[in-house]
């Protein structure tokens, strides 16, 4: 089942913040956050896995609620470099759905100058 | 440099007509992944493969095919029975069989596909 993402849309100023939201119906092994600028590939930004571990770039910070089946992309003092659709993939443990990603519909972040 | 390459880029097809789209990657990881995108939308998985040989169905595997026959080679076959196969395809592999829950998922360009 796809994971639910919010807000669909942002649109920011340089150095201002947003927050994206990630959730999930189905208990999650782990979280993976992804960007991607049109027409391109998504490049990797994080992955989040269940007991507290983070694997990811240093300048990006996320968080996984294991109870709730939520995670957050939190990007701080934004670059017009951070424009882009950001997508959240889950991974659940386990059953049918062992060895891939779900992945939820997409939050368009705009930075303008 | 080790990566993913995806051909074409660009391609038209008539409709009706088979289309095999290529992946090949020389990071030497073991599981490799279609996806479908399509405007405004997220990534849809097609088909993936944790193993020379062997394959899985993804969500919408219907219309599609695929095979691995060799550890670097992952190509997709749209074929005349998807009903729509206009979209963005997306070719990623992940370096162990089982590990996409702990590991990233390395993409290549992609291939939009525009059948007319």
């Known amino acids: 089942q796809q994971p639910v993402q919010s807000p669909q849309a942002v649109i920011l100023r340089e150095g201002e913040d947003a927050v994206i939201n990630c959730s999930s119906s189905k208990a999650l092994y782990s979280v993976h956050w992804y960007r991607q600028k049109h027409g391109e590939a998504p490049v990797f930004l994080m992955i989040l896995l269940k007991g507290g571990e983070q694997k990811g770039h240093e300048k990006i910070s996320a968080s996984f609620n294991e109870k709730k089946q939520q995670s957050s992309l939190y990007l701080t003092a934004s670059q017009l470099s951070y424009s882009g659709t950001y997508f959240c993939?889950?991974?659940?443990?386990?059953?049918?759905?062992?060895?891939?990603?779900?992945f939820g519909q997409g939050t368009i972040l705009t930075v303008h100058p | 440099d080790g990566g993913i390459t995806q051909s074409p880029k660009y391609l038209f097809r008539k409709e009706g007509q088979n289309v095999t789209l290529s992946c090949e990657q020389n990071?030497?990881?073991?599981?490799m992944y279609w996806y479908r995108q399509d405007p405004g939308q997220g990534l849809r998985l097609i088909y993936y493969s944790q193993i020379v040989n062997d394959f899985q169905k993804g969500d919408i595997a219907e219309g599609y095919s695929v095979s691995r026959e060799k550890k670097e080679s992952f190509p997709l076959t749209v074929t005349s029975a998807q009903k729509n196969p206009t979209a963005f395809y997306l070719c990623?592999?992940?370096?162990?069989?089982?590990?996409?829950?702990?590991?990233?998922?390395?993409f290549g360009p992609g291939t939009r596909l525009t059948v007319l």
């Open positions: 990623a592999s992940t370096v162990e069989p089982l590990g996409v829950s702990y590991n990233e998922q390395f």
């Open positions: 993939g889950t991974a659940r443990a386990g059953g049918t759905s062992y060895g891939k990603l779900t």
């Open positions: 990071l030497n990881h073991d599981a």
